[in-house]
Nanobody
Framework: QVHVVESGGGLVQAGGSLRLSCAAS????????MGWYRQAPGKQRELVAV???????NYADSVKGRFTISRDNAKNTVYLQMNSLKPEDTAVYYC??????????????WGQGTQVTVSS
């Protein structure tokens, strides 16, 4: 069974930094694209950043130059380094990964979400 678990959220003042982590676990995993999405109250979930298995990245315009996505394939983990945080970055951040394990075909998996709150 595949699990995707985020960590690293919290409360930070505007201008501060946080680092989110997301680890996938299961049997003989193959992981393609991994990414981070966020959902603020009353808004739709939106893409923050994605990274492919070969390291290509894509960012939402609102976070370019402030956020950096990276991954450690040996640890099946994706990271999101968030700098110069703004109150409008406040949201629940979700990890997403396209995974195949020993028993299943390729599927899209979501983590449970981690709250990021930026105070002004």
């Amino acid at each position: 069974q595949v699990h995707v678990v985020e960590s690293g959220g919290g409360l930070v003042q505007a201008g501060g930094s946080l680092r989110l982590s997301c680890a996938a676990s299961g049997s003989r995993l193959s992981i393609n694209t991994m990414g981070w999405y966020r959902q603020a109250p009353g808004k739709q979930r939106e893409l923050v950043a994605v990274i492919t298995s070969d390291g290509s990245t894509n960012y939402a315009d609102s976070v370019k130059g402030r956020f950096t996505i990276s991954r450690d394939n040996a640890k099946n983990t994706v990271y999101l380094q968030m700098n110069s945080l703004k109150p409008e970055d406040t949201a629940v951040y979700y990890c997403n990964a396209f995974i195949r394990d020993y028993y299943t075909v390729w599927q899209n998996y979501w983590g449970q979400g981690t709250q990021v709150t930026v105070s002004s």
